[in-house]
């Protein structure tokens, strides 16, 4: 580790509905990384074999071990082709299983070393892991690929500019972002211009002093180095705990640990604010692993990082800003007093419920994330310890695959009758409905306060 100054988220609809919503608020838009995911794998012979309708059905409606029943009779049946091994990886991955996805589209491409879709599902996934030198060289080969079509090439630049980024090759970022705005379809015009936003913005924190760690590059806006880390010595010892933190979540995730990226702290959130148009510092940019955070902000670096990796658990994050970021708060290490937060909100009849937090999760402003957190944290600690860790796992995964099915991904929340559909899905992945372990919650906030 060592030091380096410079360089550097209508209609009405069921809890069924909701089952098929894909919703891009809540910085759940991969801005084109993960875009492709929406995509159902075809296979020629799907026709003519009812089968394949049947586990697509099952896919699209997050009941994915339905699904695999049927892909795995089919696969038998049949034999391996890139298609059904295509979508069973995808499928895998969204599950969190990377070893059996990677595994999957590996083989998909041995089957047909042209397809195009194998290549780009597998190097969306090695940077949705943060293993940049394997996705980086999946992105090449694709896009060297004489017959890809125009906006899948489109995709692998964006991906390429964004591992460009990470490394600070501004020249190759800069000609991949530009050319998306000037050449991409909308979506892929809209990420060029952010890229190149983002690109502005860290060449102008380039000159910060920063510490580069084994699992993170952490920079220090020039107040703080002139306050609270005015020694190098503190400034790589802040590092060193970060990046143990990084370590130590990732462990409990059984995730691998990504190639560095780049944390910055700010001094407030006001200052965040001021530099990055953001309403506060503590975030995520999920596709693009970026992190920022603010010393007065309340929130610790190390949960600020831990949000950034429970989206590696699996395929995403769940549709519920409590529960990401409760969890984070559980991982972090940094507050261990879950709980009085929680009873003297529910003391003063000020503790929300999942569904009441759930109808602002747009909200982004740090004031909501603050009150979030401290509801998350006790709740998540709660259906941990009463339920377990594997079935909280369940749960979560759940979630992820339910909510975030496939196809539509154009969805609204205007109307949706959130206990229903979280009862629905809390009862799959519990075995209770989510009223009931709320209730529950709420009676041992009381009988323990």
């Known amino acids: 580790m060592h030091s380096v100054s410079g360089r550097f988220f209508g209609r009405e609809f069921s809890a069924l509905g909701l089952f098929w919503i894909l919703l891009f608020g809540f910085a759940f838009a991969c801005s084109g990384a993960l875009v492709a995911q929406g995509e159902m794998e075809e296979d020629d012979d799907a026709a003519e074999d009812p089968r394949f309708r049947r586990a697509q059905r099952y896919h699209l409606t997050g009941e994915l071990d339905e699904a695999f029943n049927i892909y795995d009779q089919i696969l038998k049946d049949r034999g391996e082709d890139a298609p059904t091994l295509i979508t069973y990886a995808h499928m895998k991955w969204k599950r969190g299983d990377y070893l059996e996805a990677e595994k999957r589209f590996k083989r998909a491409i041995e089957l047909n070393p042209k397809h195009i879709k194998a290549k780009q599902f597998l190097g969306q996934m090695y940077l949705h892991q943060g293993r940049r030198k394997a996705a980086r060289e999946t992105f090449n080969a694709l896009v060297a690929l004489k017959w890809v079509r125009e906006d899948v090439r489109h995709s692998g630049y964006l991906n390429l500019g964004k591992l460009e980024l990470l490394d600070e090759q501004w020249i190759k970022a800069r000609k991949h972002f530009r050319l998306l705005k000037k050449e991409g379809g909308k979506a ?165 419920s999942m569904v009441e937090c759930q109808k602002l999760l747009r909200s982004l402003d740090e004031h909501e994330t603050r009150l979030q957190y401290k509801e998350g944290k006790s709740f998540v600690r709660f259906l941990i310890d009463t339920y377990g860790w594997e079935s909280f796992e369940k749960l979560w995964k759940n979630f992820i695959v339910t909510v975030n099915a496939p196809r539509f991904k154009l969805g609204t929340t205007k109307g949706i009758d959130w206990q229903e559909a979280f009862d629905a899905i809390f009862e799959k992945g519990l075995g209770v409905k989510q009223s009931v372990a709320e209730a529950r919650w709420r009676e041992f906030l009381r009988s323990e306060g």
């Open 188 to 352: 892929d015009r809209k990420s060029g211009k952010r890229g190149i936003k983002r690109m502005a913005e860290m060449r102008k924190f380039n000159v910060w002093p920063r510490i580069v760690g084994p699992s993170l590059f952490v920079h220090f806006n020039p107040v703080l180095t002139k306050t609270v880390y005015k020694d190098e010595a503190a400034r790589e010892q802040l590092t060193a705990s970060l990046c143990d933190c990084v370590v130590s979540i990732c462990a409990k995730l059984k995730i691998v640990v990504p190639e560095p990226w780049h944390l910055y702290l700010f001094e407030s959130d006001d200052q965040a604010r001021q530099l990055t148009g953001r309403m506060e510092a503590h975030g995520w940019d999920y596709s693009w692993w970026i992190n920022y955070n603010a010393r007065g902000s309340g929130l610790d670096p190390r949960h600020t990082i831990a949000c950034q990796l429970v989206a590696r658990w699996c395929s995403g994050r769940p549709l519920s800003r409590m529960l990401v970021e409760g969890l984070a708060a559980n991982l972090a290490g940094v507050d261990t007093d879950f709980h009085s937060d929680a009873r003297k909100m529910l003391r003063d009849n000020r503790l929300r």
